[in-house]
């Protein structure tokens, strides 16, 4: 089994600081991770993944997340944040086994960007 | 097809009442999912099916609970007499599983949600 642990649960920052969402995780088994953002009333997007091989992961809107094994670790970062980054943000991990990957979330992480 | 669907966007009913949720995924996505959000908490995996067969139920789908994807399309969730602790958010995702090999890792992309209120 897998689980997730979000350990701050809103994140205020000012318009183009920067700014880490953490995220540890806790499985048996090797893993995938993946970060995903909610807008309000919205379903989920996709930010980025860790499938395998490099643990600096880039995805959309210039966030990046660092795989940290020894951690057990999936930090999220950005540099430089926008008022339209406001959203709220999901850590979420599957067993990289065989057969259907069932995704588990973390509670979430609300950013609220401040102008 | 620019994405997964998911109609009514928001359902308000009385405690009791039967309700019922449809899902449209992407055309050419072989596996379908639904996950309840509740507030404050991250998406839970309630059941998913490849194709028309449902694979796998969580607990948390009670006997109150149904899904079914007849042709292996669109998929409904149906919730019979309705409780005031099934007030949540009902998200849908799908994915496209690839034939032979290992079981790769297939990104889920998902719909904007039910909204459903219970009085």
């Not at chain 2, 405690?15 to 998406?43: A, K, M």
């Not at chain 2, 099934?86 to 994915?95: E, F, H, P, T, V």
Request: with cysteine; proline share 5%; glycine share 8%.
């Amino acid at each position: 089994a897998q689980s997730v642990t979000q350990l701050d649960s809103q994140v205020p920052v000012f318009e183009e600081a920067p700014v880490e969402l953490r995220c540890n995780y806790s499985s048996s088994v090797s893993v995938y991770l993946f970060w995903y953002v909610q807008y309000p009333n919205q379903g989920l997007q996709l930010l980025l993944k860790y499938l395998s091989g490099s643990t600096l992961v880039k995805g959309i809107n210039g966030f990046e997340a660092e795989f940290n094994k020894s951690q057990t670790s999936f930090h999220l970062r950005k540099p430089s944040v926008h008022i339209s980054d406001t959203a709220e943000y999901f850590c979420a991990v599957s067993p990289n086994s065989g057969g259907y990957q069932k995704v588990t979330f973390g509670t979430g992480t609300k950013l609220q960007v401040i102008p | 097809d620019t994405g997964v669907s998911q109609d009514p966007r928001h359902k308000i009913t009385k405690r009791g009442q039967n309700v019922t949720f449809r899902c449209d995924p992407i055309s050419e996505h072989n596996r379908l999912y639904w996950y309840r959000q509740t507030l404050g908490q991250g998406p839970e995996f309630l059941t998913y099916f490849q194709n028309e067969a449902q694979l796998e139920k969580s607990r948390l789908l009670s006997d109150r609970f149904s899904a079914e994807r007849p042709k292996g399309s669109f998929s409904t969730l149906e919730i019979q007499r309705t409780e005031q602790g099934d007030s949540a958010m009902y998200l849908c995702a799908s994915s496209l599983r690839l034939a032979g090999g290992r079981e790769l890792y297939n990104e889920q992309f998902f719909g904007p949600g039910t909204r459903l209120t219970v009085l």
